[in-house]
């Protein structure tokens, strides 16, 4: 989880007071699904796309939440060659999705308006002492802002349809929380008379009590944004991510007060490849380390289809409920009332599947990959059944493997201490989850595998074909609004300049960074003996099983 937390990332240093007199309330579209006859299914889908887990305003303001249209304005200043239209051409260079349609929930509403699909909304509205009436639109990022993606098709390119619980590998929240500060560094300039020039012409229809709000709020924020300019010079304390990746911990740490919020921590790199969340019930522990179980649970068992269980997918709920933290900028006491909230969440989890495999699968090859992949594989990614087109899981050992062993980059699974966890335990664990430090990874659950490119908790390999061939994976690849290969399986590219580029000719749907390897935390090493022993006939069969899963 994520993101671009901050103390300070918005907006709003108010007077107690000012609190007091603000309410707040869920977007429309949310609020009509909460009237509406829900199924658990449906209702665990709508919370997880719009659910704000049991309210998040106004501290979310001082933390990860913003203002809507003030952000449009700073996103269109921070890049003044973007045409004059709120979105989504200011929000989809970034990742964020418009799709038409949910393929995992044919009913689903769109936010509409030209909003980007998993962020929530709200409204907060109040009496101001002496300006009157007033209300402003905030913005959050919901579980779909990250866990939601469009859905690739046969050519390799993304379809109209979003898929919620996939990844979003082409999100940059770094680069959007970076461009959005760029905006406001330029906009606390303005005169308040400049400021609503501005936003008028931007949203000429703009009611009068929406102008008064969004005042009040321009005239906190440059207080703020200055007192941020003039100690950590950005955005955030710590890195944020790239295309696909957050730095969760290093969110959850400045959200609680373990990082000093008034510098930039420049070791705080751990940026982790966001999951598909499919099969999360054979999980005994969360992270990409296991560093969560519920309470009085081992760390690491193996849980098969006849295991998984109601009582357990609940118990988790309680896990995800302390990333909220990091995700959605809550403080400790929120994030025990979202429990409630992401139990349901659990009830659609619990039931989510990956999408199929849109192109041809070679029956004959992925039969005989089957077995190499019960030989070398199953032991540790657990095991798969199915037919020659399509496996489930049905078993999964929750293997933990030191990183002495994996030898994959240590800079995650050594990002959180002891300390960090004497100081959860303090604030939010103890009574429901247990935590520890854990200096390795889980072999992940593989389905859904053919969409998650790039691969390793930290997103280092662009293709399961480099990461079967240990010696040419590339140094530098390009990520972020990519097409897909269905041979190599993972980013479609080829190597120019020493860097695996889009295809000549690509258009990427949202801005794509260059994947440094050499960078801390970055390192595409490890994983490689468990291909040593394959010839290549062997790796190719596997490749064609594994797009089945
Ligand atoms: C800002 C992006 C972001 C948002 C928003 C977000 N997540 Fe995540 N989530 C992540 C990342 C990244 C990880 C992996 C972190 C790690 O393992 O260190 C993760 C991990 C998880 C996991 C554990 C997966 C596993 O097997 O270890 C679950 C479950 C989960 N998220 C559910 C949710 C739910 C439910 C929401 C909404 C309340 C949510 N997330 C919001 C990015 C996000
Ligand atoms: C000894 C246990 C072990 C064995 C055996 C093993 N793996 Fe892994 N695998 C891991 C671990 C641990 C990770 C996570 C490493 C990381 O992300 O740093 C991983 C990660 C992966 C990933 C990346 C998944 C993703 O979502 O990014 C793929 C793909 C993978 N393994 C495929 C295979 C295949 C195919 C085989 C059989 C040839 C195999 N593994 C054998 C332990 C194992």
Known sequence: MKLPHTKYYLVLALTSCFYACMET?????????????????ESGKAKFLYGDMGGIFPHTLKTNAFVYKITVLALKEADSSLPDKPAPSLFAKYGFAFPKKVWNWEKAPLPGDDKPTGLIFGKISGTHPTKG?????????????????????????????????????????????????????????????????????????????????????????????????????????????????VNGIGAIKSGLGMLDNSVYNKSEVSLVNIPALAGRSYRSSLLVSGNYTPLNNDFFYEISSKDT??????????????????????????????????????????????????????????????????????????????????????????????????????????????????????????????????????????????????????????????????????????????????????????????????PEGYRPFSDYEIYDTKETGLSNSGHAEQFEQLTEQEKDYLLEFLKTL
Request: include cysteine; glycine fraction near 10%; charged fraction near 20%.
């Open 309 to 502: 269980n109601y009582q357990h997918d609940q118990e988790m709920a309680v896990i995800i409920s302390l990333f909220t933290i990091g995700t959605m900028g809550y403080n400790a006491e929120m994030a025990k009332k979202s429990i409630p909230d992401i139990k349901k969440v659990m009830d659609f989890l619990s039931k989510l599947e990956t999408p199929p495999f849109p192109g041809t699968i070679n029956v004959e090859k992925s039969e005989k990959g089957r077995v190499v992949f019960q030989r070398d594989c199953q032991s540790c990614h657990g095991k798969y059944e199915g037919t020659p087109l399509r496996n489930a899981l049905a078993s999964f050992p929750n293997k933990f493997i030191p990183v002495t062993e994996i030898k994959t980059d240590s800079v995650r699974c050594m990002a959180l201490t002891g300390d960090n966890i004497k100081k959860l335990h303090k604030i939010y664990l103890g009574k429901y989850v247990d935590a520890r430090v854990n200096k390795g990874y889980v072999a992940p659950i593989l389905s859904g595998l053919w969409a998650t490119a790039p691969y390793l908790h930290n997103g280092s390999v662009p293709t399961i074909w480099h990461l079967m061939h240990p010696e040419s994976r590339p140094g530098k690849f390009y990520c972020g609004g990519h097409g897909l290969d269905y041979e190599k399986l993972g980013i479609r590219g080829e190597m120019r300049d020493g860097i695996y580029k889009y």
């Open 25 to 41: 309330s869920h977007s429309g579209v949310y609020q009509k699904l909460l009237e509406s006859d829900l199924s658990p299914l």
């Open 133 to 245: 009436k007033y209300y402003f639109e905030v913005a959050d990022f919901g579980c779909g802002s990250c866990h939601g993606s469009l859905l690739y098709g046969k050519d390799g390119n993304p379809t109209g349809q979003y898929a919620l619980g996939m990844p979003n590998a082409s999100l940059n929240l770094d680069a959007f929380a970076h461009d959005v500060f760029k905006g406001y560094r330029i906009i606390i300039q303005w005169s308040n008379k400049m400021f609503e020039q501005r936003m008028l012409a931007l949203y000429p229809e703009i009611p009068k009590q929406e102008m008064a709000g969004l005042k009040i709020v321009f005239h906190s924020m440059k207080k703020q944004v200055k007192k941020i300019i003039e100690t950590r010079g950005v955005v955030a304390s710590y890195k944020i991510g790239g295309p696909g990746m």
